[in-house]
């Protein structure tokens, strides 16, 4: 009888082992010795292992750290690095520099610093020549800014008064009180932008050029603006460019066309005189109390006219290497006279060598501070100052002092910001400069030697 058994999984299986194994073998999946030949299977690697040995690591701790340097220098053994790590470094320590600086200056002296400091305030040959005592205060227009260059700055010669005239046909007067000004009125000229304004010996009225060939005059008693006549000889097409008052009382200048200076009896607003002088007059100014007038043509030549009675010409001379004529002034005292250029230079002459009778004087001095065209100086009160100014450049003003003949070093550099001086103005008894700039803006300067007004 046969049997027929199912072939189930767990059953084949152990078949197919003893089909390969053979059945010889003792042990189920096992090969006799003499059929080990060429096929077995592994079921644990025979090869052992070696038991990794490791290294014991030791703890990390503050103490048992030491940090190297990346570089050494002959200084750091000196410096205690416990102490450093926390402070702010010595480049940094500002305020033990400067105390360690005071310690080695003053620690030596004997004297007490209050006395030094006031030997050094009262006595003015001890003051360092090259820096101008002055202050800068608020915008003596600050209540009425102008929208247009500042063509002119004045003070009043008997009243404190202060007036800015803007090329934006407007004109104001403000209440002078030092370090504010208060505005008083403003009055708008329509259609008559205004060149020049000055205010006439006594105070009381203000005279106005613009670009016609008549002046007005303007009344700060009345408020009154009135019209003169045009001047005799003038053309329509002429332009009044220039208005100087003379220190005589009731005289003014007005410089017209082709070298013309037409002068004017201010009661009666007539025309008393004329000069003529070669080429355009750039710029013109009395000197000896009124007496003389100098007119600077366009090609460099200066003429001085005697007008106590008819106006007649006196001397011809021509500014040292002139490129251009800018400016003329003359100091209160008569002792100085300055001619400015377009190449920025400003020649310092003695009055007594220009009326030596040489026709091209060598000038005392030749100050090359600014670089663009001078078209404004002004001799300070004291006849010991010359202030010029060129409006073609931002900050473009400086003060010469005539003692040491050299610039003030701090103005306007340390006085704060400045746009392009287009007038300049300072009070009778040389208290207070002011300087108007293009954005309409009249800065303030009070000068402390003097403060008053």
């Not at 090969?31 to 299977?41: G, M, Q, R, V, W």
């Not at 416990?82 to 200056?105: F, H, V, W």
């Not at 090609?299 to 021509?318: E, K, L, N």
């Amino acid at each position: 009888l046969l049997e027929f058994r199912p072939l189930n999984g767990p059953y084949l299986t152990r078949c197919m082992l003893r089909h390969f194994n053979g059945r010889n073998s003792n042990k189920m999946g096992e090969l006799p010795d003499s059929e080990k030949s060429e096929f077995a299977i592994v079921t644990k690697p025979t090869r052992k292992r070696k038991p990794v040995k490791r290294k014991s690591v030791p703890l990390v701790t503050p103490e048992t750290v030491e940090i190297l340097p990346a570089w050494t220098d002959d200084g750091d053994d000196e410096t205690d690095l416990g102490k450093d790590m926390n402070s702010c470094p010595a480049a940094l320590d500002i305020k033990t520099r400067l105390e360690k600086r005071k310690k080695n200056r003053w620690s030596r002296l004997e004297v007490d610093v209050e006395t030094i400091y006031s030997v050094l305030k009262t006595d003015e040959k001890l003051l360092d020549s090259s820096a101008v005592a002055m202050r800068r205060l608020c915008d003596a227009n600050r209540e009425r800014l102008s929208s247009g260059q500042l063509r002119a700055v004045e003070f009043n010669p008997r009243y404190q008064i202060f007036m800015t005239a803007s090329s934006d046909t407007t004109l104001a007067f403000f209440k002078f009180e030092g370090s504010e000004s208060s505005l008083m009125r403003d009055i708008v000229f329509q259609r008559f932008p205004i060149i020049s304004a000055k205010f006439t010996t006594s105070g009381d009225r203000a005279i106005l050029t613009g670009n016609k060939h008549y002046f007005k005059v303007y009344d700060l008693a009345t408020g009154v603006e009135t019209r003169p006549a045009a001047l005799i000889g003038t053309t329509k097409d002429e332009v009044l460019r220039q208005c100087l008052i003379s220190p005589k009382d009731h005289l003014a200048a007005f410089a017209g066309r082709e070298g013309c200076v037409y002068l004017v009896d201010l009661r009666s607003f007539e025309k008393v005189g004329t000069t003529h002088s070669s080429g355009l007059v750039e710029s013109l100014c009395f000197s000896k109390q009124g007496d003389l007038l100098n007119t600077f043509s366009s090609d460099g030549s200066v003429f001085i006219f005697d007008i106590r009675q008819t106006p007649r010409p006196v001397h011809r001379w021509a500014d040292y290497s002139c490129s251009g004529a800018g400016c003329i002034a003359v100091s209160e005292d008569s002792k100085y006279i300055a001619c400015s250029s377009h190449s920025g230079y400003v020649n310092l002459y003695t009055w007594w060598s220009v009326m030596d009778g040489s026709k091209a004087p060598k000038p005392l001095k030749s100050i090359g501070n600014l670089t663009t065209a001078v078209d404004q100086l002004l001799f300070h009160p004291n006849n010991k100052m010359l202030c010029m100014a060129s409006s073609l450049e931002k900050a473009a003003v400086r003060l010469f002092d005539l003692e040491s003949q050299r610039v003030y070093a701090n103005f306007p550099a340390c006085m704060g910001r400045l746009e392009e001086p287009t007038s300049i103005g300072v009070s009778p008894n040389g208290g207070f400069l002011s300087v108007g700039q293009a954005n309409g803006h009249a800065a303030l300067f009070r000068f402390e030697s003097n403060p008053k007004y």
